[in-house]
């Protein structure tokens, strides 16, 4: 599928066009991609881990994609799961095919202020995406914070997604990488089960701890319950709502859940603060 550049906007809202540079098929049917991608002119804005842009293509729609890492140059990498039709279509582009992009938006993930405490990340399948920035960013000064555990759980081993960083993780000492899956293969060695699992039998100092929790909302849910009976108190656990954005201004309505406005308000929000929501099944 080849699609060609658009004229460079000049609202400041309208969507810039950038050229997809690479193209990494993170699970074997290809249905989580990530794109390193360029922008056709000017610079990009510098995004903070947890932030997410709006990619465009053209003639299709627009879709809110969380930001999973920073390349060497700065620009923003993304990872995409084909589940809905605008990122279907994104499954068929390959580098040198160009999207519109719009951001950096939203709130961030609390870095700076784990400085000095042990840090615990959960995610739950592509919920890892928005979280590697994390990773990256503590690896980078690690000597800021204290213990730091990744807790990482997906369908099976075939859903596992950034497998080469996963290895790199675990062979690195200054970082407990512990992973399982709803489903085990023949071949599996690892845990089976759910990541509160993982969560439970972590060494961290709860008293002095921060968490940030990434997945799908009942995962979230339970995650948070159990780090907090390990001592992390909730206004110390940070969860990110990203799944329900669409526009990310706040005027569609989509992501409102209950006065907050995902896509203007978060997509990280203290834990607190989206509790109530927790508690409805729905969600």
């Known amino acids: 599928m080849s699609v060609s550049a658009a004229e ?15 193209v990494r098929r993170e699970v074997a049917d290809g249905e989580v991609f990530t794109w390193t991608m360029e922008p056709l002119s000017g610079e990009a804005a ?12 053209f003639g299709v729609g627009e879709v809110a994609i969380s930001i999973s890492a920073l390349a060497d140059d700065g620009t923003p990498v993304h990872t995409i799961r084909a589940v809905g039709s ?17 951001g950096p938006f939203g709130s961030a993930w609390p870095v700076a202020a784990a400085e000095g405490r042990d840090l615990v990340l959960a995610a739950g399948g592509i919920g890892l995406a928005p979280l590697r920035p994390v990773v990256h960013a503590v690896l980078a000064r690690r000597e800021a914070f204290g213990r730091v555990l990744v807790c990482y759980g997906a369908r099976s081993p075939r859903d596992l997604i950034f497998r080469d960083e996963l290895e790199q ?19 599996w060695k ?11 039998r972590g060494g961290f100092d709860g008293r002095n701890a921060i968490a940030m929790v990434c997945g799908p909302e009942v995962m979230m ?16 656990i940070h969860v990110s ?11 569609c309505g989509h992501c ?28």
């Open 169 to 187: 993780w675990r062979a690195n000492p200054d970082l407990d990488l512990r992973v399982t899956v709803d489903r085990g293969t023949a071949d």
């Open 241 to 251: 709502m990203e799944r329900s954005m669409r526009c990310a201004l706040g005027f």
């Open 221 to 236: 849910r339970f995650s948070a319950l159990s780090l907090h009976r390990r001592g992390i108190a909730p206004e110390r």
């Open 46 to 57: 510098v995004a903070r881990p947890g932030q997410f842009n709006m990619l465009y293509l």
């Open 256 to 283: 409102q859940i209950g006065p907050h406005f995902v896509c203007r308000d978060g997509p990280v929000f203290p834990y607190p603060a989206m509790e109530p929501a927790f508690r409805v099944n729905e969600l």
């Open 86 to 102: 605008v990122t279907r279509a994104m499954q068929d582009l390959g580098p040198g095919d160009v999207v519109g992009l719009r």
């Open 8 to 22: 460079p906007a000049h609202e400041p809202m309208a969507p810039e066009p950038w050229r997809i540079r690479q």
């Open 190 to 200: 690892g845990d089976v089960g759910v990541v509160t699992q993982l969560i439970d």
